[in-house]
């Protein structure tokens, strides 16, 4: 029952989350064509955080679960901060994240990833890096003895951004990222996440 009701509020998150994004897009592309800047002032510390929604594959040497089997999964969180080293190349750390469910339980699988963007051209980027992989029991489902083992392993990740609004220090985008993660578990088991993403992304670069 308690799995009915938790899948129930993730379908109306994501509702939520891609109503919000929508609307987002539509005001900031009307505000764009009546006060649009071609560049955008890149320089010190940035920060950027995504909504949006994607699948996960999670697959367990234990044969509990395999790659075979998707999840749709909420992205949260996704967060990067950075520092612009010139204008075109960022030093980041990546904090990926997305909710799944294992066993009637929601988790979470995410990471803590150095990483660097370099823009293509003034509005396209490309952002990559290798670090840590966190799988965790999510924050609002945790059981002890059941759900509440933290588990770390490696990580890569790769994503790719479109900038349609810009203003200043300030920027929307569009964007989509791919993880590959593999968390190291008791008695020598490991648990494989192969997660795709599609979000909206504010940046204050």
């Known amino acids: 029952m ?14 939520m989350v891609v109503c919000v994004a929508f609307a987002l897009l539509s005001s900031t592309t009307n505000a764009q064509n009546t006060n649009a800047e071609t560049t955008t002032q ?17 697959e367990d040497s234990e ?9 749709e999964t909420l992205v949260f969180p996704d967060l990067k901060f950075g520092y612009m080293l010139n204008e075109k190349l960022a030093l980041t750390v990546s904090l990926p994240g997305n ?4 066993q009637d339980n ?3 699988f995410g990471g803590l990833i150095p990483s660097l963007q370099y823009w293509i051209k003034d509005r396209l980027w490309i952002h990559g890096g290798f670090g840590l992989a966190i799988d965790a029991p999510a924050l609002y489902d945790i059981e002890d003895n059941v759900n509440d083992d933290w588990n770390f392993g490696c990580a890569v990740m790769a994503s790719a951004g479109y900038e349609f609004y810009k203003k200043k220090n300030f920027a929307l985008n569009v964007q989509s990222k791919l993880v590959l993660g593999r968390a190291f578990l008791d008695g020598d088991a490991h648990r494989d996440a192969l997660i795709f993403n599609i979000g909206l992304g504010l940046s204050w670069l």
């Open 99 to 102: 909710i799944y469910e294992f």
């Open 63 to 71: 044969g509990i679960q395999t790659f075979d089997t998707s999840q």
């Open 42 to 58: 890149r320089d010190g510390f940035i920060f950027e955080f995504v909504v949006g929604g994607g699948l996960i594959s999670v």
């Open 106 to 108: 929601d988790r979470h």
């Open 2 to 15: 308690t799995s009915i009701k938790m899948k129930s509020i993730k379908k109306q998150i994501l509702l």
